[in-house]
């Protein structure tokens, strides 16, 4: 926004903001990824016949994997 709205770009003066912009697109973007990962593996495990592999697709399950796949 401070480029848009006073012409000032950080990404040129600081090599921080430089490196943590790139840095963040990244690993949302591996984020993004690793959770389409888990909802395929819930939906796998739902379908399942196994009543082992159901009971990973539980919600008490998926608020502990979620969150773990953020900090890890």
Known sequence: MLSFGFNFDLTTTSLFFCKFQTYIAHVTTLLSMFDI?????????????????????????????IPSVGIG
């Open 37 to 65: 990962v888990l909802a395929c593996v819930d939906r796998w495990a739902m379908s399942s016949t196994n009543v082992h592999r159901r009971s990973f697709g539980q919600i008490k399950v998926v608020k502990i994997l």
